[in-house]
């Protein structure tokens, strides 16, 4: 993670997501998709500390958004997790495949 400044990138293989830690927002967008895939991120800082309270942009959060978050130190509530299906694919989206 990159935390040179007030903005951190963190690593994600199919997503961008960038978060201003002084603004306590960011967002993400599809590598492939751009925004079609992509919202804003919203989250209130207790010592230092993120949480995520609020997204838009889709209807369920893309699992590899919040493993991302998750491995930057970012809380995510579990309602903010997406549910499994059995295949892996998350509830609210169309597998690609």
């Known amino acids: 993670m990159n935390t040179t ?4 990138k963190l690593p994600c293989p199919s997503y961008s997501i ?17 925004d079609e895939d992509g919202g804003g991120l919203w989250f209130t800082s207790a010592d230092g500390v ?12 893309p699992p590899a958004v919040v493993k991302a978050l ?3 130190n970012i809380i ?5 997790a997406p549910p499994q299906t059995a295949a892996g694919n998350y509830k609210g989206k ?3 495949r």
């Open 18 to 34: 960038e978060i201003n830690t002084a603004a306590a927002t960011g967002y993400f967008e599809s590598n492939l998709r751009g």
């Open 5 to 8: 400044s007030s903005i951190i």
């Open 50 to 61: 993120l949480t995520l309270i609020d997204y838009d942009g889709v209807f369920a959060l």
């Open 70 to 72: 998750r491995a930057g």
């Open 94 to 96: 169309p597998s690609n």
């Open 76 to 80: 995510v509530p579990d309602e903010f």
